[in-house]
């Protein structure tokens, strides 16, 4: 049998664990809460492709005419409003989960784009926006031109 020292030091835990298990276990959540309407915020995909800017934005539970998105400037901003069901009394609620009201969501475009040219979807809530670059900023191609050699 062999024996093993003990070293107090090996059953401590350091500062920054113990923070990470209180805040694990805290009140606090973690971004995964961010999808809810009403208090988060509308998550988005944003790509570009060689002549648009693509925006995927999930909005569950709302209508496609409950969504305004304008731009301004630089900036795309899309507001929804998740209106709540009237017909049920606060009284008659067992448990209330779901936010409802106002949400919106302002996202800088890294490129100028033709507002008066997009296109806008909505299906199964997920509004899928096309802005098209505007023409100063496409992608052309410069010829690089070699000197021809001196002989030396």
Known sequence: MSMIRWDPGRDLMSLRQAMDRLMEGSFVRPSGFTLELGGGIIPVD???????????????????DEVDVSITGDTLN???????????QEK??????????????SITLPV????????????NGVLTLSLPKSGKVQPQ????QTKPKSAE
């Open 112 to 123: 100028e784009v033709q507002p008066d040219k997009a296109e806008a979807s909505f299906d």
């Open 78 to 88: 899309i507001k929804a409003e998740r209106k709540e069901d009237k017909e049920i």
């Open 141 to 144: 191609q410069i010829k690089i």
């Open 46 to 64: 944003m790509y570009q492709t060689a002549n648009a800017i693509v925006i995927k934005a999930a909005l569950p539970g709302i209508k496609s």
């Open 92 to 105: 008659d609620y067992i448990r209330k989960e779901n936010r409802y009201g106002v949400v919106a969501r």
